[in-house]
């Protein structure tokens, strides 16, 4: 059975700093990363991190946020720094296992002005 657990998400103010992480279970993962929604908005890409190290991020976090991934573990880390009120969203731990792709449940991440 596939679990992708995640923690981290919750309350901060703008320029301050959150780190979310997810842990992966069940399966041996080619690509982890995470997507993000807010409210009236599509589900959009954040980051990603292959099993090689190379990582890939979306231009409106690139140079603020930091994806990792710990070696011989499934679990991925997203460092959140210099937080904006835009970055306000739910966000989801992604896993591929091809032909497969896994969403975890989402956690609120809120920054206020």
């Known amino acids: 059975q596939v679990q992708l657990v995640e923690s981290g998400g919750g309350l901060v103010q703008a320029g301050g700093s959150l780190n979310l992480s997810c842990a992966a279970s069940?399966?041996?993962?080619?690509?982890m990363g995470w997507y993000r929604q807010a409210p009236g908005k599509q589900r959009e890409l954040v980051a990603t991190?292959?099993?090689?190290?190379?990582?890939n991020y979306a231009s409106s976090v690139k140079g603020r946020f930091t994806i990792s991934r710990a070696k011989g573990k499934n679990t991925v880390a997203l460092q959140m720094n210099s937080l904006k009120p835009e970055d306000t969203a739910v966000y989801y731990c992604?896993?591929?296992?091809?032909?497969?792709?896994?969403w975890g449940q989402g956690t609120q991440v809120t920054v206020s002005s």
């Open positions: 992604h896993a591929v296992s091809l032909p497969l792709v896994y």
């Open positions: 991190i292959a099993i090689g190290g190379i990582s």
């Open positions: 069940g399966k041996i993962f080619s690509s």
